[in-house]
């Protein structure tokens, strides 16, 4: 879900070149109806949304892209409406497998909401590949960043944005894994959170400032509850323990939810959060590897989802962000090497 200005500049911009919009759903299906067998899958459709909330909406809809607008979609738990209903999605096509291709990652939790409903809690593990913890309640939030704004000359936050401070604790892509936990939809121990770079510097724990004392306990109370959270660093330095941790999954089934910012800045552009500096292509393959000796060695794969696709910054030539979403699928899903 959009509401920051930068991305609402990207989206007036378009629809004033008239660029037409593009569902990443599009262009990645096209590589996978071409690879993959299609005795192995079947298309479902796609969740049904207003223009003014797709990637690239149509001129039609410029009125209704406003900063005002998506901050109170947000705030009126609008994303967490829209996770049920790809809940409902997931229901009908229970028991095969769902796989979904997503531009907001709050969405995941819908899925792996109903899920958890058909299957348990206790047999469904949860492994989100991400930049970004996405556990963060907005007050939690709010306060690092009034906390950054006053200490950080170089703060990249505005301190006339009203939309920072004083927002109700809603369910989105930056907290849906915390409300998640918090609703028993996901049994801590089983939940993997794979590559983030926003873990907080060791510095950090020693700031005084209340702000930051609750924003760095969130992470260590994330840890002391059996949240499995491992850093881009851990997964450079120690892949053979991170190998052994996954290998340690202990539930009969397992949901994947791959945010592709795990790539950004690196192996792809096509992502809504270029903040941070992700793996590698390569490396990225490795880690699902890794998780593909889980599914061969009697783990099931509950379902899948490749989310937080931006059409908007993929670029054409070199950038590979479909590319790679597809060959994750063929892992994944069937098993099938990626293509280069």
């Not at 930049?131 to 960043?145: F, R």
């Not at 894994?177 to 907080?200: A, F, K, Q, R, T």
Request: hydrophobic share 35%.
């Amino acid at each position: 879900m959009d509401e920051r200005d930068e991305s609402l500049r990207e989206k007036h911009a378009l629809m004033e070149a008239g660029a037409p919009g593009q569902d990443p759903y599009e262009p990645i299906m096209a590589l996978i109806r071409r690879e993959v067998d299609p005795s192995l899958w079947e298309e479902k459709g796609t969740l049904d949304v207003p223009e003014w909330l797709c990637p690239v909406p149509p001129a039609a809809a410029g009125g209704d892209i406003l900063v005002e607008k998506f901050v109170s979609f947000i705030d009126q738990d609008g994303c967490r409406a829209y996770a049920d209903r790809v809940g409902d999605l997931v229901a009908e096509i229970f028991p095969h497998i769902p796989c979904m291709i997503a531009i907001d990652h709050s969405l995941s939790g819908g899925a792996f909401k109903r899920l958890a409903e058909l299957y348990s809690p206790d047999d469904l593990s949860f492994v989100v590949l991400d930049s970004h913890t996405d556990a963060m309640p907005m007050s939690v939030l709010s306060g690092a960043i009034g906390y950054d704004m006053e200490t950080n000359p170089n703060s990249p936050y505005d301190p006339e944005d009203p939309f920072i401070f004083n927002r109700p604790e809603s369910y989105n892509a930056s907290s849906f894994l915390y409300h998640l936990l918090e609703e028993g939809v996901v049994e801590p121990e089983n939940l993997y959170v794979l590559g983030i770079s926003d873990y907080p510097p060791k510095r950090s724990f020693r700031i005084k400032d209340r702000r930051i004392r609750r924003y760095v306990g969130l992470y260590s109370a994330l840890k002391r509850q059996g949240v499995k959270l491992i850093t881009k660093k851990d997964i450079l330095t120690s892949p053979s323990r991170l190998r052994t941790l996954l290998n340690r999954i202990g539930t009969p089934y397992m949901y994947v939810s791959i945010d592709l910012d795990i790539g950004s800045r690196n192996a792809l552009e096509g992502v809504r959060f270029r903040d941070r500096h992700g793996l590698s292509e390569r490396q990225i393959y490795t880690l699902v590897g890794y998780l593909e000796e889980c599914l061969s060695q009697g783990v099931g794969l509950a379902g899948l989802d490749l989310n937080e696709i931006n059409p908007r910054t993929v670029s054409s030539g070199p950038d590979r962000t479909y590319r790679i979403a597809a060959n994750l699928i063929r892992k994944l899903g069937f098993y099938l090497p990626e293509v280069e």
